[in-house]
């Protein structure tokens, strides 16, 4: 477990490092994967149209599900396809 105890937590502070720790190569990411991956690994959505879904979702508010539909980026069955694909899917 890295040791934390060189991050200052002072709300006025400008560097906010952790001293002598460096940062990892590359992330750990686990779980499963989202629905924008899955829609692209299927074919259905390409990874521009994901960026530009994912900036409308932001700018919106809304479910990544219904912005892909309202927006024409995929079909209602491509979504439930990639949905039901995804582990623990209810």
Same mark, same amino acid.
């Given at each position: *477990?890295?040791?934390?105890?060189?991050?200052?937590? #002072?709300?006025?502070?400008?560097?906010?490092?952790?001293?002598? *720790?460096?940062?990892?190569?590359?992330? #750990?990411?686990?779980?499963?994967?989202?629905? @924008?991956?899955? /829609?692209?690994?299927? @074919?259905? /959505?390409?990874?521009?149209? &994901?960026?530009?879904?994912?900036?409308?979702?932001?700018?919106?508010?809304?479910?990544?599900?219904?912005? &892909? /539909?309202?927006?024409?980026?995929?079909?209602? #069955?491509?979504?439930?396809?990639?949905?039901?694909?995804?582990?623990?899917?209810?």
């Amino acid at each position: *477990m890295p040791d934390f105890s060189d991050f200052n937590f #002072d709300p006025f502070q400008t560097d906010f490092s952790f001293g002598n *720790m460096t940062p990892t190569a590359q992330a #750990d990411v686990t779980g499963p994967p989202t629905l @924008g991956i899955l /829609l692209i690994e299927m @074919g259905a /959505l390409t990874l521009e149209q &994901l960026e530009e879904a994912l900036k409308i979702q932001l700018e919106q508010g809304a479910p990544l599900a219904q912005v &892909l /539909l309202e927006g024409g980026f995929c079909s209602q #069955d491509q979504v439930i396809t990639a949905l039901r694909a995804r582990p623990n899917y209810g």
